[in-house]
């Protein structure tokens, strides 16, 4: 490793660890990766478009469907990462015995079928496995695939999405 390689990942990893201990990103160990899509009608009850795109309670009345998840991968520290089940949407993306990574041409093949594409995780903050300090958020696709489950990462929570800090395989 050259001199600047190594400056450029001690600084990285003190700037991760000061984000944490100052309260801007949290530590969890990844208990659940999923991919979640949803059809919705961009109308509301007057036919007006919706302009934000933004997700709220009334497009339960006004067509929204219901999410569908495409995949969900585990990680159960006795037995390791598996899969709860993968749709036949991503079966030929996805390798069962493999992380659960989403290509960009995947990406763009959903996003022609679904109108909302998320790429979510489910963090626990205890690291032993208790479900009390478990917070599920959304993540930015490269964030999403630099992941695996039972990793420990930093996190820093958002409103509508969340960031990756740093992972601590």
Known sequence: MNRRAFLTTVSTLALAGCATRLGLADRVEVEAKYVVVSERR????DGDRDVDGNRDESEE????????????????????????????????????AGPLTISEATTERLEQSFEVVRYGMRGCGSLDGDDSDCRDTWLFLDDFNDL?????VDVRYGEEMSGIVSVND
Request: proline fraction near 9%; avoid cysteine.
């Open 61 to 96: 009345e006004n067509g929204a469907d219901d999410p569908i998840e495409l995949a969900r991968r585990r990680y159960d520290p006795s037995s390791g990462p598996s899969y709860d089940a993968i749709h036949d949407r991503l079966a030929d993306d996805i390798e069962p």
């Open 42 to 45: 961009n109308e509301d009850e």
């Open 148 to 152: 695996e489950v039972g990793d420990v």
